[in-house]
């Protein structure tokens, strides 16, 4: 039986899609007679300060005014839907029984330096699920931590053309064994996708192997070669020399006192996103409810929204492949954006640093004069003004 949590996501989902189909539904009518129509009847209606009724309109606006009742009831609705999914998702997190927290506890100080790896990995993890405090973990962690330096791992990966066995410390790091297996199938480690056999993808870098529960009994994985995005290396190469070009900015803007230089705002990737995925479904490249589910993964975290927009991308060059760039007009238009954006941080970055580099030079010459200004005094036997070194008085 589903808990709570499973229920809310399953409704929250539902909602998404029927908001999705609403409004892919009402955009599809844009421009057409029957629209324009019903957009006069209704601006006629609000200017006699009159509710919409669907009587109120004439029979061809009526299927117009169905869609139009539909977006907002579907509107309201995927909005509920969401606020309980994540109401169900927060208390889900905070309702650690208290009977689940001391069995956690009491496993913790089980623990020995002879219990083995993978008790312990599964008592640690029970132990952070469960709410147990940091500081009762820490101890427990780094014998662990002890334990996994000392033991090596022979982990199979298999692709298309092969498998290949490595040995490694089980302590070894994601990203580190990710780069090793790039490293030896010669593939970018950026586009290197490391899968276990039950699905679970290693997407965080920063975890340790052991943390997705890569161990003696379970260490076989399965690497595919992501297919290269231009268009997302291209926003990453952009926004990496915008970051660089902003983080130069920021030291000469200190320095002239002037207000921190605005970063591109998020939401012009999320309407990115938002509008790939719309104009696919709009196009018929991809189904509506599929379009609807990653932007469900998107809306809950589950998605990155760069993984999301390759999918889209991935999924239309599928269903038109007679076309090079099906959504290519809608990336060209977020494009075009991000480049100017670009453009724009590198002059800035030109422009202040000349004006900082010229408020520098003048500080300079200020301390220079202050030091030399130090090293010399009055002659208190001159008869007028006159002034002698430090060194020779």
Request: hydrophobic share 40%; aromatic share 4%.
């Amino acid at each position: 039986m589903a808990g709570p949590t499973e229920v809310a996501r399953s409704n929250a989902l539902e909602a998404c899609t029927r908001d999705f189909s609403a409004r892919i539904a009402w955009k599809s009518q844009e421009g057409s007679a029957a629209r324009r129509r019903f957009d006069d009847e209704l601006l006629e209606l609000r200017f006699n300060r009159r509710s919409a009724d669907k009587n109120d309109f004439t029979i061809e606006s009526q299927q117009i005014f169905d869609l139009w009742h539909e977006c907002g009831a579907a509107s309201h609705a995927h909005k509920t839907a969401t606020h309980e999914h994540d109401a169900a998702r927060q208390q889900a997190a905070h309702a650690a029984p208290l009977h689940e927290l001391l069995r956690a506890k009491h496993h913790l100080k089980k623990m020995t330096g002879n219990t083995p790896c993978s008790e312990m990995i599964d008592a640690i993890r029970s132990a952070q699920i469960a709410g147990v405090p940091q500081k009762d973990i820490s101890g427990p962690q780094k014998m662990l931590e002890d334990l996994l330096r000392r033991k090596m791992l022979r982990v199979s990966v298999s692709t298309f053309s092969g498998t290949h066995v490595f040995e490694i410390m089980m302590s070894e790091g994601v990203g580190e064994f990710r780069q090793t297996v790039a490293g030896k199938l010669a593939w970018s480690t950026k586009h290197t996708k490391l899968v276990h056999l039950d699905g679970t993808e290693l997407k965080d870098d920063s975890k340790k192997l052991h943390e997705y529960r890569i161990r003696d009994e379970r260490c076989e994985l399965v690497a595919v070669q992501q297919q290269k995005d231009e268009v997302e290396d291209m926003i990453e190469g952009s926004l990496q020399t915008s970051a660089q070009a902003a983080a130069d900015i920021a030291l000469d803007m200190v320095l002239l006192r002037l207000p921190a230089t605005a970063a591109l705002p998020e939401k012009v990737l999320g309407e990115w996103t938002m509008q790939l995925i719309e104009e696919a479904a709009c196009r018929s490249l991809v189904e509506v409810s599929d379009a609807a589910r990653l932007i469900f993964q998107v809306q809950t975290g589950e998605l990155a929204e760069t993984e999301a927009r390759t999918q889209i991308r991935a999924l239309a060059r599928a269903a038109a492949p007679e076309v090079a760039h099906p959504l290519g007009d809608v990336d060209a238009k977020f494009t075009s954006e991000v480049k100017a954006f670009e453009t724009d941080m590198l002059d800035r970055q030109e422009q202040m640093s000349k004006r900082a580099k010229k408020i520098r030079v003048e500080q300079e010459y200020a301390q220079q004069c202050s030091k030399d200004l130090r090293s010399w005094r009055n002659d208190p036997n001159a008869t007028q003004a006159r002034a002698i070194p430090l060194s020779l008085s």
